[in-house]
Structure formats: structure tokens, C-alpha cells
Nanobody
Framework: VRLVESGGGLVQAGGSLRLSCAAS????????MGWFRQAPGKEREFVAA????????YYADSVKGRFTISRDNAKNTVYLQMNSLKPEDTADYYC????????????????WGQGTQVTVSS
């Protein structure tokens, strides 16, 4: 599975961005998908995940109520809608795939995109 993120950019605090992750391969719908982020000098951390069907989602406490993960299996794409952005959301954002099950541990994911940068100014 090849993953390509897009949609990052510079936004003011309180603003919104929608990230997209386009996947190649016909097996996309078999995978749960995750979004992670990594700020400079910090470890990559879990943000959100969605089941293979889209019926279940899971979020880190830091983004719950502000971010929404979704997917369109017909388009082989997973999205991360980010609202009410804060300066602490500044990071490189990565999508990942690894198994049919929702996972929060980055070590369990096999496939990663190259990342897209999100910068939130105060």
C-alpha cells in the first residue's frame, strides 16, 4: 500500500484544515487507517484511527471534539478534518495502514506516507 498525504499548510489559531491521504492498491478497504503527527523534537504520536468500514473511530484526547477522521473506500482516501486548530497542533502529519483493526501504537503500522506539514500560528 502506497500512501500520499496532502492538504497541510499554514493556518491561524482557530482555523480549519482538511488533510487527505490517498492510497494505492486494491486492498485499501481491508485496512484500518490511522493519522499520527510529529512535532520537532518530539516522538510521533497517535491522533486518530478509523476501522476498515468507517464504522468505528478513535481519537487521542488532545484532539477529541476538534478533529474528525473519515474515509471513502471508493476513492481509496482517508481524511482528517481539523477544526479549532491550536498552535500545539503544529506538526508533520502522517497517515498509516497496518491491519484491519484500529491501533494506536505506531510500531504496529507497516505502511506510512511521507507526511504533510501543518503550522498553526497564534
Amino acid at each position: 500500500v502506497r500512501l500520499v498525504e496532502s492538504g497541510g499548510g499554514l493556518v491561524q489559531a482557530g482555523g480549519s484544515l482538511r488533510l487527505s491521504c490517498a492510497a494505492s492498491g486494491r486492498t485499501f478497504s481491508r485496512y484500518a487507517m490511522g493519522w499520527f503527527r510529529q512535532a520537532p523534537g518530539k516522538e510521533r504520536e497517535f491522533v486518530a484511527a478509523i476501522s476498515w468500514s468507517g464504522g468505528r473511530t478513535y481519537y487521542a484526547d488532545s484532539v477529541k471534539g476538534r478533529f474528525t477522521i473519515s474515509r471513502d473506500n471508493a476513492k481509496n482516501t482517508v481524511y482528517l478534518q481539523m477544526n479549532s486548530l491550536k498552535p500545539e497542533d503544529t506538526a508533520d502529519y502522517y497517515c498509516a495502514a497496518g491491519s484491519p483493526y484500529i491501533m494506536t501504537d505506531r510500531r504496529l503500522y507497516d505502511y506510512w506516507g511521507q507526511g504533510t506539514q501543518v503550522t498553526v500560528s497564534s
